[in-house]
């Protein structure tokens, strides 16, 4: 939360739960962002998003939004959003953070005639609990008059892309944040492909659905392998496709969740399952 | 626009129900608080546009208008489906 605050901005959390059971989960939390109560959807309804799919007596879950956030600037103006088709991975702390400060490209100094690409790759975070999703990220250093490829590419050719292993059982990846690409027509059949040039940020949001926890005497921990692609061409020609492998091992830490249980001692009782009562009660006898 | 719901999954056992990406959870895809869309969904408004009005009762009881509230600094606003369950 610091981190929000240092980026200077307001964080609000909105959901259909009634002002006491947010009060409960703030004090719970020890929150410091705003929490606003929206019980009869109508925020939720005005911005679009009320899960329409849900029947209007399916009680309590009618009310419930297409879960997202939206990130602007200093003048309220919308500069991204994050939603995914599966409601119980939500985005990381970090991925909001790099939304609010826009991507920093250093630019280092080119030197060197026969430099080639270079890549790190990171994991951005310390741990990966259950739902919440975290970046792969790999930092390219592209020398001037080489370009990688965006897809898509034609047969042969290898885009720059971050995949993890398919058996990487219980880790998911989601959509992708690339930088935007340049146009670049080929002479020869004016094919128009999608480069990246320079210092190139491609960002992997990943996430673990808690099937691949391994257990030892240290802890839970969950593996993420895989590897970044590439291939880098200059005007003539294409140098042969490359990878560079990774493999991060995180702790698999407890997920922060409303708690309906009498709480377990790290976390004092949120009263969820009085308010899930109230919140059933008060939604079956409305009008 | 037609969405319809995600209903893969499978049962595991009793209350434990594995949706598509493996999540799993006491109720089934594509009931209750697991009704996930397919494919596209309404995610509102668009990057770009100014974000809309938001008037609610925060959790100690006062009234707060975002845009007011915020003071010319740019805001994070999560929707989330609920912090009870």
Same mark, same amino acid.
């Given at each position: 939360m610091e981190n929000f605050e240092a980026a200077g901005a307001k964080v609000y959390v909105l959901s259909y739960d009634e002002a006491e059971a947010m009060a409960d989960y703030r004090a719970a939390h020890n929150a410091n962002f705003t929490m606003l109560s929206d019980p009869n959807?109508? #925020?939720?309804?005005?911005? $679009?998003? +009320?899960? /329409?799919?849900?029947?209007?007596?399916?009680?309590?879950? &009618? =009310?419930?939004? &297409?879960?997202?956030? &939206? !990130? /602007?600037?200093?003048?309220?103006? !919308?500069?991204?959003?994050?939603?995914?088709?599966?409601?119980?991975?939500?985005? =990381?702390?970090? *991925?909001?953070?790099?939304?609010?400060?826009?991507?920093?490209?250093?630019?280092?100094?080119?030197?060197?005639?026969?430099?080639? #690409?270079?890549?790190?790759?990171?994991?951005?975070?310390? /741990?990966l609990p259950v739902g919440l999703s975290r970046q792969i990220v790999a930092r390219f250093s592209v020398p001037e008059g080489i370009h990688i490829y965006d897809e898509p590419v034609p047969e042969g050719l290898v885009a720059a892309s971050?995949?993890?292993?398919?058996?990487?059982?219980?880790? +998911?990846?989601?959509?992708? %944040?690339?930088?935007? /690409?340049?146009?670049? @027509?080929?002479? =020869?059949? $004016?094919? @128009?492909?999608? %480069? &990246?040039?320079?210092?190139? %940020?491609?960002?992997?949001?990943?996430? *673990?659905? =808690?099937?691949? !926890?391994e257990k030892d005497d240290d802890g839970r921990w969950v593996s993420i392998s895989g590897r970044v692609q590439w291939q880098a061409c200059d005007s003539e020609a294409c140098a042969l496709p490359e990878e560079k492998r990774f493999n991060f091992r995180v702790p698999a830490a407890f997920a922060v969740l409303g708690d309906m249980g009498p709480g377990e001692g790290r976390v004092p009782a949120m009263n969820g399952a009085a308010h899930f009562k109230e919140m059933m009660t008060r939604r079956q006898t409305q009008g | 626009m037609q969405i319809e719901r995600d209903t893969r999954g499978?049962?595991?056992?009793?209350?434990?129900?594995?949706?598509?990406?493996?999540?799993?959870?006491?109720l089934p895809a594509g009931s209750g608080p697991r009704t996930n869309p397919l494919g596209e969904f309404p995610t509102g408004p668009a990057v770009g546009e100014l974000l809309p009005d938001v008037v609610a009762s925060a959790s100690d009881g006062r009234t707060v208008d975002i845009h007011q509230d915020r003071n010319g600094q740019p805001v994070v606003l999560v929707f989330t489906r609920s912090v009870v369950w």
């Open positions: 959807s109508d #925020v939720i309804r005005s911005f $679009g998003i +009320l899960n /329409t799919l849900i029947a209007e007596d399916d009680h309590p879950w &009618y =009310g419930i939004p &297409y879960p997202g956030v &939206y !990130i /602007t600037d200093a003048d309220g103006v !919308i500069i991204e959003k994050f939603f995914e088709n599966n409601f119980t991975v939500r985005p =990381g702390p970090e *991925q909001l953070l790099a939304a609010l400060k826009g991507e920093e490209v250093l630019l280092k100094e080119r030197t060197g005639v026969d430099a080639k #690409v270079t890549v790190e790759v990171e994991f951005e975070g310390d /741990t971050i995949e993890v292993d398919e058996l990487s059982e219980g880790i +998911l990846s989601y959509t992708p %944040v690339t930088p935007p /690409t340049r146009s670049m @027509t080929l002479s =020869g059949d $004016g094919h @128009t492909l999608e %480069v &990246y040039e320079g210092d190139v %940020v491609l960002r992997l949001p990943v996430a *673990q659905n =808690g099937r691949a !926890i | 499978a049962e595991l056992g009793p209350n434990q129900y594995e949706d598509a990406e493996g999540y799993i959870a006491p």
